[in-house]
């Protein structure tokens, strides 16, 4: 017989998922450890493995005084972990109308009783989610959150026994936060110079010789990585002692501290696009090898260096179009953080084991970074009155460390506060090395979950792979032993450190000269879409045009832009958050006219604005195009 009532519930859960709803309906299972029994006021309780999962005075109770707290807004992410009957997950429907619930229960045979005997209202709500794979809650909560979501998570009091799968579903939670916010905040900042630091490159770019060149040509040798945390600073002198026992990769912000101990790396290792060359003011350049992506800052492209090797990363805005130009096919990626860039590196050149130092990916006691590093100044500290963890800077210190970029105090408190405002808003925890929860970023919470599956995924393609995690206190990154350095460095030999001073740019003149004239011609198109809505603006603002005559026309142009866009060849940024405009848009009240109209002067701006940059890639694609001529 058909059971009608989980046939509803089901058909809410596929409405958002519908593999999650067939294994639903098709998980079996012979024996149940899941019953149904009453309270003594009549109410229904559930029992799982004969213990009851609501209170046995009154679960409706339990859930109103769990719920009575909660509050409503268009910012809150509340997470219910345990399904049970369902008391709590229909209350909080009720008071939660304008956020979104996550329901989060790890048990099917819970699922498919409850699911199967009672119709949950909460399920009916278009802000509720049900879940029972972590996988799918991160994505979730990737999906429905922002820098604005507060996130929080509520459960019945059984569910304390489940206190660590609990605290690992909130750790999970701030982690997809933390990467969304990382995602959207790349794209919004950096989109646009990383597309032009591309083109102003490009000269340089394809001169250079690929990190791909160097494959296997330390097979069986030992490579350190020197990161930017606490753990650095301390074992700097084993470092010291030891440089000639392995190959060092220094990553930008390490590279000067390193020089002046004493030490030499062999690769400096560089991938963001903006206010680093101060970084380099004191090393002398031209003594080192580079691997750097084609969009770091061009002064950093143009430094002297003994040779510079391309990483050029897959799916990163410019970089399809760049990898084409240099018939590239590897599978290399960048993924925001500049040791994953070095430890692909590693990999790619054959070490059978690979260090990390300074990896602590977390707040060691008050420091956030190694001493003489980057922004080393910054502290973590735990606020007794407000009871949680702050990050603090040191004025006096801060300022000294940004001297070197020629920018004025005023400017630089401005920066201060805005870096400390941030990271405040990003504070997460993290298990360390020795199982304590430490406080960290909610970017490094992602980078963490970043190398656990690189390790998963470098140790199938390689078995014999030792990766060890040298920074010790710092966070735990599964994959990686935890090793202090000098045991790590134990039984050694010396190492050949190779020269790589003749390996040279293999390149396809012709193809390159016609892909930027191809790219010159497209940009061109770009323009003059972007020429059109600007007339149009115009002609509104003129009385020639009405706003619903501009947004047809824009309806027009939107397939050109969108196949412009789809070519991974072009800045289209402006455009974003445009494109996502709905075409049936409505103007009831002049509220709705004034929303048009702010979306019409914005598209207007974004045209505007690229039409400026436009006449830089012109140039910058013209300067590549006649070096390569010459």
Same mark, same amino acid.
């Given at each position: 017989?058909?059971?009608?009532?989980?046939? #509803?519930?089901?058909?809410?859960?596929?409405?958002?998922?519908?593999?999650?709803?067939?294994?639903?309906?098709?998980f079996?299972?012979?024996?149940?450890?899941?019953?149904?029994?009453?309270?003594?006021?009549?109410?229904?309780? /559930? /029992?799982?493995?004969?213990?009851?999962?609501?209170?046995?005075?009154?679960?409706?109770?339990?859930?109103?005084?769990?719920?009575?707290?909660?509050?409503?807004?268009?910012?809150?992410?509340?997470?219910?972990?345990?399904?049970?009957?369902?008391?709590?997950? #229909?209350?909080?429907?009720?008071?939660?109308?304008?956020?979104k619930?996550?329901?989060?229960?790890?048990?099917?045979?819970?699922?498919?009783?409850v $699911?199967?005997?009672?119709?949950?209202d909460?399920?009916?709500?278009?802000?509720?989610?049900?879940?029972?794979?972590?996988?799918?809650?991160y994505?979730?909560?990737?999906?429905n959150?922002?820098?604005?979501?507060?996130?929080?998570?509520?459960?019945?009091?059984?569910?304390?026994?489940?206190?660590?799968?609990?605290?690992? %579903?909130?750790?999970?939670?701030?982690?997809?936060?933390?990467?969304?916010?990382?995602?959207?905040?790349?794209?919004?900042?950096?989109?646009?110079?990383?597309?032009?630091?591309?083109?102003e490159?490009?000269?340089?770019?394809?001169?250079?010789?690929?990190?791909?060149?160097?494959?296997?040509?330390?097979?069986?040798?030992?490579?350190?990585?020197?990161?930017?945390?606490p753990?650095?600073?301390?074992?700097?002198?084993?470092?010291?002692?030891?440089?000639?026992?392995? %190959?060092?990769?220094?990553?930008?912000?390490?590279?000067?501290?390193?020089?002046?101990?004493?030490?030499?790396? &062999?690769?400096?290792?560089?991938?963001?696009?903006?206010?680093?060359?101060?970084?380099?003011?004191?090393?002398?350049?031209?003594?080192?090898?580079?691997?750097?992506?084609?969009?770091?800052?061009?002064?950093?492209?143009?430094?002297?260096?003994?040779?510079?090797?391309?990483?050029?990363?897959?799916?990163?805005?410019?970089?399809?179009?760049?990898?084409?130009?240099?018939?590239?096919?590897?599978d290399?990626?960048?993924?925001?953080?500049?040791?994953?860039?070095?430890?692909?590196?590693a990999?790619?050149?054959?070490?059978?084991?690979?260090?990390?130092?300074?990896?602590? /990916?977390?707040?060691?006691?008050?420091?956030?970074?190694?001493? &003489?590093?980057?922004?080393?100044?910054?502290?973590c500290?735990? #606020?007794?009155?407000?009871?949680?963890?702050?990050?603090?800077?040191?004025?006096?210190?801060? $300022?000294?460390?940004?001297?070197?970029?020629?920018?004025?105090?005023?400017?630089?408190?401005?920066?201060?506060?805005?870096y400390?405002?941030?990271?405040?808003?990003?504070?997460?925890?993290?298990?360390?090395?020795?199982?304590?929860?430490?406080?960290?970023?909610? &970017?490094?919470?992602?980078?963490?979950?970043?190398?656990?599956?690189?390790?998963?995924?470098?140790?199938?393609?390689?078995?014999?792979?030792?990766?060890?995690?040298?920074?010790?206190?710092?966070?735990?990154?599964?994959?990686?032993?935890?090793?202090?350095?000098?045991?790590?460095?134990?039984?050694?030999?010396?190492?050949?450190? /190779?020269?790589?001073?003749?390996?040279?740019?293999?390149?396809?003149?012709?193809?390159i000269?016609?892909?930027?004239?191809?790219?010159?011609?497209?940009?061109?198109?770009?323009?003059? *879409?972007?020429?059109?809505?600007? *007339?149009?603006?115009?002609?509104?603002?003129?009385g020639?045009?009405?706003?619903?005559?501009?947004?047809?026309?824009?309806?027009?142009?939107?397939?050109?832009?969108?196949?412009?866009?789809?070519?991974?060849?072009?800045?289209?940024?402006?455009?974003?958050?445009l494109?996502?405009?709905?075409?049936?848009?409505?103007?009831?009240?002049?509220? #709705?006219?004034?929303?048009?109209?702010?979306?019409?002067?914005? $598209?207007?701006?974004?045209?505007?604005?690229?039409?400026?940059?436009?006449?830089?890639?012109?140039?910058?694609?013209?300067?590549?195009?006649?070096?390569?001529?010459?």
């Amino acid at each position: 017989m058909e059971n009608k009532v989980l046939q #509803d519930n089901i058909e809410q859960i596929a409405k958002y998922d519908k593999e999650f709803a067939n294994e639903i309906l098709m998980f079996e299972n012979e024996k149940s450890n899941v019953e149904l029994a009453q309270n003594e006021n009549g109410e229904y309780n /559930l /029992l799982f493995n004969s213990a009851p999962l609501h209170s046995t005075t009154s679960a409706i109770l339990e859930a109103q005084q769990i719920a009575s707290h909660f509050e409503d807004n268009k910012n809150t992410v509340k997470i219910i972990y345990g399904l049970g009957l369902g008391y709590l997950a #229909d209350i909080t429907s009720q008071k939660i109308k304008q956020g979104k619930i996550i329901i989060y229960e790890p048990n099917f045979e819970i699922i498919k009783f409850v $699911l199967s005997i009672a119709k949950i209202d909460a399920l009916f709500q278009n802000n509720v989610i049900l879940c029972s794979n972590k996988n799918a809650f991160y994505d979730y909560i990737k999906k429905n959150t922002n820098e604005d979501s507060i996130l929080s998570i509520s459960f019945l009091n059984s569910y304390k026994i489940y206190l660590n799968d609990i605290k690992e %579903i909130l750790y999970l939670a701030q982690k997809a936060q933390g990467e969304n916010i990382g995602n959207i905040n790349t794209f919004l900042n950096r989109a646009a110079r990383t597309f032009m630091f591309s083109l102003e490159n490009l000269k340089n770019t394809i001169q250079n010789p690929n990190i791909s060149d160097l494959a296997n040509i330390y097979k069986g040798k030992t490579a350190l990585i020197a990161c930017a945390g606490p753990s650095l600073k301390e074992n700097i002198e084993i470092i010291k002692k030891n440089q000639d026992k392995f %190959i060092i990769f220094a990553l930008n912000p390490t590279a000067k501290l390193l020089i002046e101990n004493g030490i030499n790396p &062999d690769f400096i290792v560089i991938i963001e696009n903006l206010g680093n060359i101060h970084q380099f003011s004191s090393i002398d350049t031209k003594k080192y090898y580079f691997i750097q992506e084609g969009f770091v800052e061009p002064k950093i492209s143009n430094l002297e260096t003994r040779k510079t090797f391309n990483y050029i990363s897959k799916d990163n805005f410019l970089n399809n179009w760049i990898r084409e130009c240099l018939n590239l096919n590897d599978d290399i990626k960048s993924l925001g953080t500049v040791s994953y860039t070095a430890l692909i590196s590693a990999c790619i050149m054959g070490f059978d084991k690979i260090i990390l130092i300074g990896q602590n /990916l977390a707040y060691d006691g008050a420091k956030c970074y190694s001493t &003489d590093c980057h922004f080393g100044e910054i502290e973590c500290i735990y #606020d007794e009155k407000e009871k949680k963890y702050k990050i603090i800077a040191k004025e006096e210190e801060f $300022l000294k460390a940004l001297k070197e970029r020629d920018i004025s105090d005023e400017h630089t408190k401005n920066i201060m506060k805005k870096y400390v405002d941030e990271l405040n808003k990003n504070i997460c925890t993290v298990k360390s090395q020795d199982g304590k929860d430490i406080p960290t970023k909610n &970017d490094y919470a992602i980078f963490i979950n970043i190398f656990e599956q690189t390790a998963n995924n470098l140790k199938n393609q390689k078995p014999n792979l030792k990766l060890i995690n040298s920074s010790n206190r710092g966070a735990q990154i599964n994959g990686f032993e935890n090793i202090s350095l000098d045991k790590a460095i134990k039984g050694l030999e010396k190492v050949e450190k /190779l020269n790589l001073d003749n390996y040279q740019a293999n390149i396809n003149k012709e193809l390159i000269v016609q892909k930027i004239r191809n790219l010159i011609r497209k940009n061109h198109l770009f323009h003059l *879409e972007m020429c059109k809505i600007s *007339e149009n603006e115009k002609k509104v603002n003129e009385g020639v045009m009405t706003i619903e005559e501009f947004f047809e026309e824009f309806y027009n142009i939107v397939p050109k832009i969108t196949e412009l866009k789809e070519q991974h060849q072009f800045d289209y940024l402006e455009l974003f958050y445009l494109l996502q405009l709905k075409k049936d848009y409505k103007l009831k009240t002049m509220e #709705d006219i004034k929303k048009t109209e702010e979306n019409m002067k914005n $598209l207007a701006k974004s045209a505007r604005l690229f039409n400026s940059r436009a006449v830089a890639y012109y140039k910058h694609l013209r300067n590549c195009e006649s070096f390569i001529l010459e």
